[in-house]
């Protein structure tokens, strides 16, 4: 997990409230995903999860939400610390630590929440695992794989039936995992570099030619032209249509600790300082809201 060297503060209101809650401190940024269809960006913090969007609903509403959102609200009341997060249609999956005061494990396993915050609810391996990173690919619900590195033990862990049940994979000590589109190639980024499983994270190899990526991210489920993204140790961002070959488009913004790719292509990176977005594979970058 990358260490954020400063603590941004930034208003927050409950969904569905219309008083402004007090400002609350993001002091780290796990994970963040890009919703095309429902115009929202969800940001995983060490204080639950955040919603970046428009207030109102409906195609328009989408649009304006990944350029000029004016609402940045808590999904939900579920405040606990967000190691790992990943989204399926209208679910996110969600792994880290209870919220101070619970008397859940310290290791929360594996929770689903609805994108609205209105469910939360333990799926597996309570009191077991703590993703540190998670992803989900495939292209039919017999294929879907949602996967997670294990922070306890540093392996791979993968589940094809939507986290019901889990294989472990090899310990590699993964910094982010991520599916190709179809979820059948499973890339890891590690000190040694990239490094992909074709076998469920059974077993891995490193990239011959790949960047020393420390964050990598997939285009989701159903996308016509699917696309690989990655932020290397020098801040540089890289494309790739199949995690195989590479290609360098332009720097990074600074302190960006999350990565995710939308099914149109636009990348998205997050941090304490906030959210930004590219439209040109990565050249450059648009600031969507400060923290």
Not at 138 to 144: C, N, R, T
Not at 162 to 187: C, H, K, M, N, V
Request: charged content about 20%.
């Amino acid at each position: 997990m990358a260490t954020a060297a400063s603590v941004a503060a930034v208003a927050v209101t409950l969904a569905g409230c219309s008083t402004p809650e007090e400002p609350i401190a993001v002091t780290h940024v796990h994970a963040v995903d890009i919703d095309d269809q429902r115009g929202a960006i969800y940001v995983a913090t060490h204080e639950g999860i955040l919603r970046v969007a428009t207030a109102g609903d409906g195609p328009e509403a989408a649009a304006a939400s990944m350029t000029q959102p004016d609402e940045v609200t808590r999904l939900g009341e579920w405040m606990g610390d967000v190691m790992g997060m990943t989204r399926l249609d209208d679910t996110l999956y969600i792994s880290g630590h209870p919220a101070p005061g619970s008397d859940a494990p310290a290791n929360i396993g594996v929770y689903e929440i609805d994108v609205r915050g209105r469910e939360v609810e333990a799926l597996s391996l309570e009191g077991e695992v703590d993703f540190h990173s998670m992803t989900l690919g495939g292209v039919a619900l017999a294929s879907y794989g949602l996967a997670g590195i294990d922070s306890v033990t540093g392996s791979v862990m993968v589940s094809r039936d939507r986290g019901q049940t889990w294989t472990p994979g090899a310990a590699i000590a993964a910094r982010a995992l991520s599916w190709d589109a179809r979820a059948e190639q499973l890339f890891a980024t590690t000190e040694q570099g990239l490094q992909v499983s074709t076998d469920d994270g059974k077993t891995f190899a490193l990239v011959d030619g790949a960047p020393s990526l420390l964050l990598v991210a997939s285009s989701p489920t159903g996308t016509a032209e699917p696309l690989l993204a990655g932020i290397d140790v020098d801040g540089v961002v890289h494309t790739s249509p199949d995690g195989i070959t590479w290609t360098a488009v332009g720097a990074a913004p600074s302190g960006a600790d999350a990565l995710s790719v939308s099914s149109r292509g636009v990348l998205v990176t997050a941090g304490v300082e906030g959210v930004q977005r590219s439209d040109d594979g990565g050249a450059t970058w648009n600031s969507v809201t400060d923290f």
